[in-house]
């Protein structure tokens, strides 16, 4: 079993940047493919970025290429994801996953994942 709590979150004006942090218990495999999504009001969740715990080979969603950025403490457990250069349209609560198959091809799959964290609002005003 596996807990994720994620943080970070808050209001930033449009074109700042926030970190977010989650921060994984239990047993995490090297195999193992940790990811954020977000998800906005009256919207389907959206893939943001992941990585492979072991290898950390990133993945982005195109609407975020070049301007976040996810890694990875594998001695601490946590998973980062930098936000620079934030819009408006990026505000959403933003959720840390983890998926313990690791089929990379369906790594941008809500669906993929088994482990959620609660959530961390963002908003971006402008």
């Known amino acids: 079993q596996v807990q994720l709590v994620e943080s970070g979150g808050g209001l930033v004006q449009a074109g700042g940047s926030l970190r977010l942090s989650c921060a994984a218990s239990?047993?995490?495999?090297?195999?193992?493919?940790m990811g954020w999504f977000r998800q906005a009001p009256g919207n389907e969740r959206e893939f943001v970025a992941a990585?492979?715990?072991?290898?950390?080979?990133?993945y982005y969603g195109d609407s975020v290429k070049g301007r976040f950025t996810i890694s990875t403490d594998n001695a601490k457990n946590t998973v980062y994801l930098q936000m620079n250069s934030l819009e408006p349209e990026d505000t959403a609560v933003y959720y840390c996953a983890a998926d313990s198959r690791g089929r990379v091809g369906y790594i941008s799959l809500p669906r993929e994942y088994d482990y959620w964290g609660q959530g961390t609002q963002v908003t971006v005003s402008s």
């Open positions: 239990g047993r995490i495999y090297s195999y193992y493919l």
């Open positions: 990585l492979t715990w072991s290898a950390g080979r990133t």
